[in-house]
T-cell receptor, first 113, second 116 residues
């Protein structure tokens, strides 16, 4: 049972425009959410996170929005750059114990020059 | 600035052989995780250490898998009698536990295992 879902396997945007990546979750116990970026043959790189007590967190060109009632989060990248082309993973964890990450299947973002 | 390192980066082995992977976490991090990623999937949790204690194991971790973290520093993941289904990217991650305020995990580059 997929607790974290990224329903769009791929997304293509033009350089300079906004990229919006979406993620849905089913486990209401999740209270911390993270986005990772992954290039081929490398490990995931942490991008940005958000606690369930917030509904928005911003870091430079990256903003994450959390809608707890809809169990939905999104990552906005503005402006998109060709170097942003990668696979983006949404992850979530439950407070306490291992706080292991549960990942979605990823969305491949292509930013065209 | 040393991040998480993993060795080897690639391993090709024949079915039935044993393999061992090493992970060196960020030095001040007391939490260490192992994940496995197969094609088209996100990473899946395998096991977790806090300092030297292995506190959680996924049911994905069959009895052919064993992990250790002696002295709470580096960790090893061993797979005995490898099977073709073990072919995957094995990822190590570490984090610093501080009252769960910051829960970001930092990943190494992974070890790509191919079982022939």
């Amino acid at each position: 049972d997929q607790q974290v879902k990224q329903n769009s396997p791929s997304l293509s945007v033009q350089e300079g425009r906004i990229s919006i990546l979406n993620c849905d979750y089913t486990n209401s116990m999740f209270d911390y959410f993270l986005w990772y970026k992954k290039y081929p043959a490398e490990g995931p790189t942490f991008l940005i996170s958000i606690s369930s007590i917030k509904d928005k967190n911003e870091d430079g060109r990256f903003t994450v929005f959390l809608n707890k009632s809809a169990k939905h989060l999104s990552l906005h990248i503005v402006p998109s750059q060709p170097g942003d082309s990668a696979v983006y993973f949404c992850a979530a964890s439950v407070k306490g114990g291992s706080e292991k990450l549960v990942f979605g299947k990823g969305t491949k973002l292509t930013v065209n020059p | 600035d040393t991040g998480v390192s993993q060795d080897p980066r690639h391993k090709i082995t024949k079915r039935g052989q044993n393999v061992t992977f090493r992970c060196d976490p960020i030095s001040e991090h007391n939490r260490l995780y192992w994940y496995r990623q197969t094609l088209g999937q996100g990473p899946e949790f395998l096991t977790y250490f806090q300092n030297e204690a292995q506190l959680e194991k996924s049911r994905l971790l069959s009895d052919r898998f064993s992990a250790e973290r002696p002295k709470g520093s580096f960790s090893t993941l061993e797979i005995q009698r490898t099977e073709q289904g073990d072919s995957a990217m094995y990822l190590c991650a570490s984090s610093f536990f501080l009252t769960s305020r910051l829960r970001e995990q930092y990943f190494g580059p992974g070890t790509r295992l191919t079982v022939t």
